[in-house]
């Protein structure tokens, strides 16, 4: 089996190997690389050595130690910082690996737009710059943890006691999963070989007798036949950490595994010790299978484990709910199979198609042999809010989920005035287009309809056709620096509320958008009030 090993990598273990120390690459990374992926899918790398913490800092001065774990951490840039002082970098490393292609086919893509409003130039340059900025600092760090052994397991998720360990396979005993219980020692002759010229390669292959792969607990055999299996006995391991319980459904998705049979059953067994994991660590979890090729899989697994009842409690009162019209499903079902269908990679946006009818259970209404789920949307906004905020997500994404869910049912006809598509967009933002675009396809699909219609396809050339027009109050002639001096007013809440009649003005005739005109506006609305 050929390895790919970028040259950050292997400079870790030939400084480890260099300063006298064993050093083991373990975990996820040798699991992704035992079964073959790019370097671009494999999320962060770790190494496991005889070195103490602090003989690690020496050897890595850049290096950071924070914890009582015996982990200590150092950045790719100060790693590449510590190797530019005696080698020459090539061009590409580690954090330009991780530049993603991202879906193209936007409707609202202010940085190829041929025609938009000026406002909007300013955003479209800071899409990009933070675009570029994401992609290039968020490489984590790498980790190297000198061996070690666990004590109790009092809390469900923390150790009481960690003493350093003498080997690597007490080392590798304490881990979860047997196919992140892989470990690949690197010879120190082909290390060697490297790092004796100035010049680097940004990756090296590694061929069988470059390596040791290290495989105690048959994890190459898991990997081999697709399933998640625990190292040693299932149910000591989730009693002694709950999360790891998310962690199996995780690579279960992400991997398109199996969770073997006792492995399954222990976690339905032990699913209520969820309830001692934090939702942070709990959301990062769900976002990973949200993001996952195959989410509503993960759903299914969540709720075939018990463990979607700890965490998003609220989707269960639309099961066995029947709906009527063009849904085949019951609510639940229906949720569900939106979220499959849903074309948007981004876990937000998967999470709102999933509680898009969230709602629906307590709008309920049956009357005359009919079935109605009147105003679900903003019931259904208000709970997928309070489950955002339960999951610890920012304000920002809590806003997001609000917005997509309060206006999934946003309807259009050909009659519709131009300066309804602007109040439209203005209602959504810009930003959350493509998203709501994105979940009412899921929503669509999901429930056995088509794709799309011409109704919306013609609704998506519309708001095209609106890009350059004002939306916003900072896209106004005027401002409220403009109304105290030209109005004679003092900063108070009425100035806001000028601004917006203005712009309600500006929405439905962009021409009277020029300073004078808006002025006069101001005076009368003024006077009225």
């Known amino acids: 089996m050929t390895l790919n090993l970028p040259f950050e990598v292997a400079y870790i273990a030939y400084q480890l190997q260099k300063a006298g120390h064993q050093a083991y690459l373990v975990g996820g990374a040798v699991r992704d690389l035992a ?4 370097l671009e899918d494999i999320e962060d790398y770790d190494f496991t050595t005889d070195a103490s913490p602090a003989a690690i800092q020496q050897i890595f001065t850049e290096s950071f130690y924070e914890n009582k774990f015996g982990t200590v951490s150092i950045t790719l840039e100060n790693l590449l910082k510590q190797l530019s002082q005696t080698h020459q970098l090539p ?6 690996h991780k530049i993603k292609t991202t879906k193209t086919n936007r409707i609202i893509d202010l940085q190829n737009a041929k025609k938009i409003h000026h406002s909007l130039k300013t955003k479209a340059a800071n899409l990009q710059d933070q675009s570029q900025a994401s992609s290039a600092l968020n490489f984590p760090p790498f980790e190297i943890t000198t061996y070690r052994s666990d004590g109790q397991y009092l809390d469900h998720r923390r150790p009481e006691t960690v003493a350093f360990g003498s080997s690597l396979t007490e080392d590798l005993t304490r881990r979860d999963f047997t196919i992140n219980a892989l470990a690949i020692e690197v010879d120190h002759s082909f290390l060697d070989s490297i790092f004796s010229k100035k010049q680097l390669e940004s990756n090296y292959l590694l061929e069988v007798d470059n ?4 495989d105690q607990h048959h ?4 990997l081999q036949k697709r399933i998640i299996r625990t190292v040693g006995n299932p149910n000591d391991r989730f009693a002694e950490d709950a999360l790891r319980m998310l962690r199996a459904v995780r690579l279960a998705v992400q991997l398109e595994m199996d969770i ?30 949200l993001a996952s090729n195959d989410p509503a899989r993960g759903i299914e697994l969540l709720d075939q484990t018990n463990l979607l009842k700890k965490i998003i409690p609220e989707l269960y009162a639309g099961a066995g709910m029947q709906q009527r019209g063009h849904h085949v499903s019951d609510v639940w079902t229906h949720s569900i199979d939106a979220l499959r269908h849903c074309p948007s990679t981004d876990p937000i946006v998967r999470l709102a198609t999933l509680l898009h009818d969230i709602g629906k259970p307590q709008s309920y209404k049956e009357e005359n042999n009919q079935i109605t ?9 208000r709970i997928a809010s309070k489950i955002a905020a339960r999951l610890r997500l920012s304000k920002k994404d809590i806003d997001r989920i609000f917005i997509l869910v309060r206006y999934h049912m946003f309807h259009y006809q050909p009659e519709h005035s131009d ?6 967009i203005k209602r959504v933002g810009f930003e959350n287009i493509d998203d709501i675009l994105d979940l009412r396809e899921g929503d669509r699909l999901g429930s056995g309809a088509k794709k799309t219609s011409w109704r919306l396809e013609e609704m998506k050339q519309r708001i095209i056709e609106q890009l350059n027009q004002p939306m916003g109050l900072d896209d106004l002639a005027v401002d409220g620096t403009d109304l105290m001096e030209e109005l004679h007013l003092k900063p108070s809440p009425l100035i806001g509320k000028i601004l917006n009649h203005l712009l309600e003005k500006v929405l ?8 004078n005109t808006l002025l006069e506006i101001a005076k009368t609305i003024l006077e009225e009030s």
């Open 91 to 96: 061009t590409a490393n580690l954090s330009l």
């Open 373 to 381: 789920f009147y105003n679900h949307d903003i019931i259904g906004s």
């Open 419 to 424: 300066a309804s598509i602007r109040r439209f």
């Open 219 to 222: 994890g190459k055999d898991d």
């Open 260 to 289: 073997e049979t006792d492995t399954y059953f222990a976690i339905k067994y032990h699913h209520d010790s969820l309830a001692f994991v934090s939702f942070e660590r709990i959301r990062d979890e769900l976002f990973k299978i």
């Open 508 to 515: 439905e005739d962009p021409t009277s958008n020029e300073k």
């Open 211 to 214: 390596y040791t792969l290290i």
């Open 35 to 38: 079964m073959g992926k790019s």
